[in-house]
């Protein structure tokens, strides 16, 4: 079974600055997805940005870029020039790559606060 | 407009009631699904149906019942809950669950809170 840890249950971050969320996980599996969703007050889960795992270049949206480490089973999130909207729940999540539906296994999420 | 509409977004029942909550997809997807989130706890996948059939239950006990009349509608069926079962309910749909990667689209949601 995959197992998605996120160590930080909390988190902030000054209006502008750099921070970085991070995210372990556990599989057998050499084929999958990784996920970093975004879920603000207003509850809608909002996909951030994602990774195959067998590209080794990290995925890049914006301001959003991850840090890819699949020996170590690392997935951090680097969020630069931090917005006040950027203020939400992140969730990483892992995905098994085969036909047999989308699992999606969450980590249990870490709480950003963008201060002004 | 998130392309998914979950309602009711509040629910407050007695245990020995019965509510059905109600998503609706309006972005042509074939897969959708039911995931928990307690808090503190990490999202819990509950339910898949995949062109309508069911195609993933991950252990959800029979107080909840899954409804998937079409491709475009999910319910999910509550009845006899306990308090442990108070939380958000998401829903999400996908192009299909079964050719890899898609993008799940979620919904805002169901704060259901048992009493």
């Known amino acids: 079974a995959q197992t998605v840890t996120q160590s930080q249950p909390e988190m902030s971050v000054q209006e502008a600055e750099t921070v970085t969320l991070s995210c372990t996980y556990d599989?057998?599996?050499?084929?999958?997805?990784l996920f970093w969703y975004k879920q603000p007050p207003s509850r809608q889960m909002i996909l951030v940005i994602r990774?195959?795992?067998?590209?080794?270049q990290n995925a890049t949206e914006n301001r959003f870029s991850v840090n890819f480490q699949k020996a170590a089973k690392s997935f951090s999130l680097k969020i630069s020039d931090s917005q006040l909207g950027d203020t939400a729940m992140y969730f990483c999540?892992?995905?098994?790559?085969?036909?047999?539906?989308?699992?999606?296994?969450f980590g249990p999420g870490t709480r950003l606060s963008v201060l002004p | 407009e998130t392309g998914v509409t979950q309602t009711p977004r509040h629910l407050v029942m007695g245990m020995t009631n019965k509510k059905s909550l109600k998503c609706e997809q309006h972005?042509?997807?074939?897969?959708m699904y039911w995931y928990k989130q307690s808090a503190k706890k990490p999202l819990e996948l509950m339910f898949v149906?995949?062109?309508?059939?069911?195609?993933e239950n991950n252990s959800v006990p029979s107080r909840f019942s899954p409804e998937c009349p079409n491709s475009s509608h999910l319910f999910l069926h509550l009845h006899t809950l306990q308090p442990e079962d108070s939380a958000l309910y998401l829903c999400?749909?996908?192009?299909?669950?079964?050719?890899?990667?898609?993008?799940?689209?979620f919904g805002d949601g169901t704060r259901l809170s048992i009493l």
């Open positions: 999400a749909s996908s192009q299909d669950a079964g050719t890899g990667y898609q993008p799940q689209h």
């Open positions: 599989t057998s599996e050499n084929n999958y997805y």
């Open positions: 990774q195959e795992a067998y590209k080794q």
């Open positions: 999540a892992f995905m098994r790559r085969d036909n047999y539906g989308q699992n999606f296994v």
């Open positions: 972005l042509g997807h074939n897969a």
């Open positions: 149906y995949n062109f309508k059939e069911q195609t």
